[in-house]
């Protein structure tokens, strides 16, 4: 089990920058996958960006370009950087973790962190 916390949420102008952090602890040599979702009020969770233990990066098409997503493995953090902000990037921010107990993965998930997007 990994424990995840998140920060840097907040409230911020179309068109701003804010940046996430996501701290994971416990098992944290189990790690595979590290990444961000959201999720809006009435809508599904869905991905926004991952990176793999070897750095590989995966975007949703509507932030890339806008979002950097990176990771430190001696930290165990995660950072998701959001540049060009829209007010559709509103919601909760969820960090999360795919673990391995050597015969299954595990998502984890952090208590979410909430980014505003005024017009």
């Known amino acids: 089990q990994v424990q995840l916390v998140e920060s840097g949420g907040g409230l911020v102008q179309a068109g701003g920058s804010l940046g996430l952090s996501c701290a994971a602890s416990?098992?944290?040599?189990?790690?595979?996958?590290m990444g961000w979702y959201r999720q809006a009020p009435g809508k599904q969770r869905e991905l926004v960006a991952t990176v793999s233990s070897e750095g590989s990066t995966n975007y949703a098409d509507s932030v890339k370009g806008r979002f950097t997503i990176s990771r430190d493995n001696a930290k165990n953090t995660v950072h998701l950087q959001m540049n060009s902000l829209k007010p559709e990037d509103t919601a909760v921010y969820y960090c999360?973790?795919?673990?391995?107990?050597?015969?299954?993965?595990?998502?984890?998930w952090g208590q979410g962190t909430q980014v505003t997007v005024s017009s």
């Open positions: 416990g098992s944290t040599v189990s790690i595979k996958t």
């Open positions: 999360q973790a795919v673990t391995s107990n050597g015969i299954y993965l595990v998502n984890n």
